[in-house]
Every structure is written in structure tokens, then in C-alpha cells.
């Protein structure tokens, strides 16, 4: 199964302390808006959001059509049939994406100690 591009989506308390901190640290920032309490840091290929406010907890995240630098794959795995193979193998989801839908697409699971992973599509399904 090819998840797609793998980050972290730290949920932050203060986001200017968070993005100086994780800029001491190599990062810079690749996307996201600091106004509007997200941003997206990278260092080499390692990626992490930080988000104040959105989330209760950290996140696992796959991006489904996108490489390491946000650009779109011309073939990759779509997020529904991600999403179909876990049902299958019997993995209850928390969130599920719209089986029908074919564009950016999402859905979420919580691992055995309580962790979130999303799965979030930012690209239309391959055709």
C-alpha cells in the first residue's frame, strides 16, 4: 500500500514559540499561513505542521498523491481505496471519505495506543 508523503501535525500552544523553535532546529518554513495559526516546516525530507488550536493532540499524517515536496504524483494510491483496504482488513475508521467523491478526499483511524493517523488528499483521484 503507498500511503503517500509522511508528516507530523504537532498541536502547538503558541505558534511563533513553536516555528522559532523548530527553526533553530534547521527547519524552514514550505507552506501554511502563521496568521491563521498553521504553518509547514521541513528539514531535508522530514516535514511537520504545526496548527494552535486545530487539533487536541498530535497526528500522524499520509498525503496520498503528493512526494516530500507537496508535488503531485502522476500515479498514486487515491485515499478511497486506501480508505476501502483498511475496511477490508477489518480497521474501523474514525472519519470516513465520500467512496464517491473522486476529488481531495480525508479520512482518520486511531492506532491501538490511541494515536491519530490521517489520511488527507490534497490532489483529484488518478485517472
Same mark, same amino acid.
Given at each position: 500500500m503507498r500511503l503517500g508523503n509522511f508528516s507530523v501535525s504537532l498541536a502547538v500552544k503558541d505558534i511563533a514559540a513553536s516555528r522559532a523553535f523548530y527553526e533553530n532546529l534547521g527547519f524552514r518554513q514550505i507552506g501554511g499561513n502563521q496568521a491563521q495559526n498553521?504553518? %509547514?516546516? @521541513? &528539514?531535508?525530507?522530514?516535514? %511537520?505542521?504545526?496548527? @494552535?488550536? $486545530? !487539533?487536541? &493532540?498530535?497526528? $500522524?499524517?499520509?498525503?496520498p498523491g503528493w512526494d516530500h515536496t507537496g508535488s503531485t504524483l502522476s500515479e498514486f494510491e487515491d485515499v478511497r481505496?486506501? @480508505?476501502?483496504r483498511l475496511k477490508d482488513r477489518g480497521i474501523a475508521l474514525t472519519t470516513e471519505a465520500d467512496a464517491s467523491s473522486s476529488g481531495p478526499a480525508s479520512f482518520t483511524?486511531? #492506532?491501538? #495506543?490511541?494515536? $491519530?493517523?490521517? !489520511?488527507? @488528499?490534497?490532489?483529484?483521484?488518478?485517472r
Open positions: 498553521w504553518l %509547514i516546516l @521541513q &528539514s531535508g525530507t522530514t516535514t %511537520i505542521g504545526l496548527f @494552535q488550536g $486545530m !487539533f487536541d &493532540s498530535n497526528i $500522524m499524517t499520509f498525503n481505496d486506501i @480508505q476501502q483511524l486511531v #492506532d491501538p #495506543d490511541g494515536n $491519530m493517523i490521517l !489520511f488527507d @488528499q490534497h490532489v483529484d483521484k488518478p
